[in-house]
């Protein structure tokens, strides 16, 4: 965090720190009302900025799709390109790009394209869906021992797209004043959350 958000200035936190809490319920059943009502509003805030992001990464999908079937419909299809580019999407762009990346961390480069597709998909939608994947993958025995390790500890964070959205929607609930400074950081941190679990994965990479 303080490599991505250097700190430049005296932080509050420095040395002896005065809490002041202020009263904010008069008595139990005030503060039971008022949870439930931010409780809510947090959950409904997260909800509509997670169904936001899907729907724009759906968005791009789908326009890539259409590209996709427009290059095939003009001649240049898989025998020509090499690729299928009927199944051009946001996923396979990144896991062609993360390919290298899985590569530079230790994969085998004839198992590089398919763990950059999981580093890619993870990335898109989330962690749950990528693991789903590759526990296909081990029960097809599809990738070395070597590989699956890797690729376990890249994937391993909660750092998509999607949480970006959760984590904008559900702080900026809690204090709105600050929704500039998340959107600002939120893809900030996404990058950092990313080479954090990329640094892990080099290291089992190294040590396998």
């Not at 500890?153 to 959205?165: D, E, I, K, P, Q």
């Not at 809690?174 to 954090?196: C, N």
Request: some cysteine; hydrophobic content about 50%.
């Amino acid at each position: 965090a303080k490599i991505m958000y250097p700190e430049t200035g005296t932080p509050e936190t420095q040395g002896n720190v005065t809490l002041e809490v202020g009263k904010e319920h008069s008595n139990i059943v005030d503060a039971i009302s008022a949870g439930c009502s931010e409780g809510l509003k947090v959950g409904m805030n997260v909800l509509a900025m997670l169904v936001g992001f899907l729907a724009l990464i759906s968005l791009v999908n789908f326009i890539l799709l259409k590209i996709g079937g427009t290059i095939n419909y003009l001649g240049l299809t898989q025998d020509v390109l090499g690729w299928d580019p009927c199944k051009l999407s946001l996923n396979s762009i990144l896991g062609s790009v993360f390919s290298l990346l899985a590569w530079a961390m230790g994969v085998p480069w004839n198992e590089a394209p398919q763990a950059g597709a999981l580093m890619g998909t993870k990335l898109v939608a989330n962690e749950f869906v990528a693991y789903l994947q590759l526990k296909d993958i081990i029960a097809d025995n599809q990738m070395s021992a070597k590989s699956i390790a890797i690729v376990s500890f890249a994937l391993c964070g909660f750092a998509n797209f999607s949480s970006v959205g959760i984590q904008i929607g559900g702080i900026s609930a809690l204090e709105p004043s600050r929704r500039t400074d998340l959107t600002k950081l939120g893809f900030r941190a996404l990058i950092a959350g990313t080479l954090a679990s990329y640094m892990s994965a080099t290291l089992a990479g190294l040590m396998f």
